[in-house]
């Protein structure tokens, strides 16, 4: 009657195992870490960097405890904050010799103490909040002005390109303020301008205005609901942006998130280097398509230093240079999309682009004028030009859907369709607000929470094995159990714990032992009635799981509205609720029950149950 088959008692017993297995890493603490990175967006991470660098720290006595190589860094671990100190600046000096066109971002950073073979197995701890790991918190503002600004120098462009597809002459286009000037000599010229306008976009208020004879304008401003739909733009773009360049830092598990209407929270738990940070979250990209200077000997003169008239001298990928004119045709506010893929006539490995309306007309004219030419596609960062690719412009393309291809390997179209699709910040922000949270305090934090977890278990099993006797100290192991899952998953799943997260840890395990409470009491009422006490120990089980699981499921549906309604600390706290409550029903249910199995279960004539 009370006893699991082998494969029950088996399966439970590896959940345990494996539970224990991936709650190990989190008891070793982290350590001091030297983080490599690339810091253009053209240069790939070479794992060949390791050997050399490698052999500088060797030279220099300094010994590391573990080399990690991933896709986008390579780190180093050390034994303490002296070698990650003497580690950093021996690899800037090797690998940033000039540091106002840095190739590498070397950032100070924090790994896991772990050993080798638990990470092997990818049993990582489960990150940690700012509150509990230290770190930095920035207050970003967005210049939701700029962004308007932004918009305009492009409609304005847009309405050069409108103006010239309909053929209809004007004075000129200039953005003045926040409003597009048209001037037009006659105003039939301007009513034929004012309704191509609107027939083309919805965005655009049209005032005319005469302000001379000979002086007839057309004034177009953004309608405030085009306004309001930038300025959201705007805000979820630089977010998108700011992922993209955090990644840089290696931070685990950042907080990026909006507040209010033009500001972005960002808190980056274990970031030592707070200047590197700050440059980092600083940096403005642009994308821009530019035209290749091809006219003989104009590349000779810049090599020798008689840089032409409108021109900038780059280097392509291969270090070959390469002259580009200062005129952008276009930029990368027009790109909706870039996706790799396989040239339909080569099969080589190409990177195919999708341009809006405005952008499709703009690439459309340019590979016109131009087939036969170079056109290149440059990487703005830092007022510095990085050349992704230089194609030849083999036919007009129109319809919005370009090809990039030519030279390159299947990871270089992936890797130049990630740069495209990464863009740019939408509009310009700024620092309002900086805090730093130090170790020292997380660490205070830290020992807190264990603190308060610990005396409340503690509490609990002393409180429940004088009431409840042998099956309490199962009541026990099972609530332990509960811990030990709850920790184990949430490292598995890579969540991040903060102090919320710490308290619905410890509400967990009073939900835990309410659970088994609930079943001793049964068991106790079954065995008052005379029933026999394998008997007892079955209803004690079968009839309490009804009540259990109500309860339970209650709550879980509190913690799913928490984690889909709630924000930051909240939905932490609700998903460390809600894990706990799965695991605390299998522990309950299920692991005790195993235990009081071994215990009881094999006995067929049994005289009683300890059950206090």
Known sequence: ??????????????????????????????????????????????????APIEKTLQDAGIEHTGVFAEENSVRFRFGGTEDQLRAKDLIEEQLIPDPADPSYVVALNLL???????????????YLGLDLRGGVHFLLEVDMPGAIVNRLDSTAADLRTLMRDRRIRHAGISREGNTVHLRFR???????????????????????????????????????????TIRE???KQNITTLHNRINELGVAEPVIQQQGMDRIVVQLPGVQDVAKAKDILGRTATLEIRMVDDTPGALEAAMSGQLPLGTELYTERGGLPLLV???????????TDAQPGFDSQSNEPAVFLNLDSAGSRIFRDVTRENVGKRMAILLIEKGRGEVITAPVIRTEIGGGRVQISGSMTTVEANDVALLLRAGSLAAPMQIIEERTVGPSLGAENIARGFNSVLWGMLAIAVFVMVYYSAIGVISVIALAANLMLLIALLSLLQATLTLPGIAAIALTLGMAIDANVLINERIREELRNGVTPQAAIHAGYDRAFDTILDANVTTFIAGIALLVFGSGPVRGFAVVLCLGILTSVFSAVIVSRMFVNLLYGRQRKLAGVRIG
């Open 1 to 50: 009657m009370n006893r699991y088959p082998l494969w029950k008692n088996i399966l439970i017993c590896v959940i345990l195992f494996f539970g224990l297995i991936y709650t190990l890493p989190n008891f070793y603490g982290e350590v001091p870490a030297v983080q490599i990175s690339s810091g253009k967006a053209t240069l790939k991470l070479d794992p060949a960097l390791i």
């Open 186 to 228: 006659d105003a039939e010229l301007r009513e034929a301008a004012r309704a191509a306008i609107l027939n083309n976009t919805n965005d655009l208020q049209l005032v005319p205005r005469d302000d001379a004879a000979n002086d007839l304008k057309l004034i177009a401003s953004l309608t405030p609901q085009a306004q309001q």
């Open 233 to 235: 733009f705007a805000i």
């Open 325 to 335: 004119k200062n005129d952008v045709m276009l930029t990368g506010d027009r790109l």
């Open 112 to 126: 896991p103490a772990s050993p080798n073979w638990l990470s092997s197995i990818r049993a990582l701890p489960m």
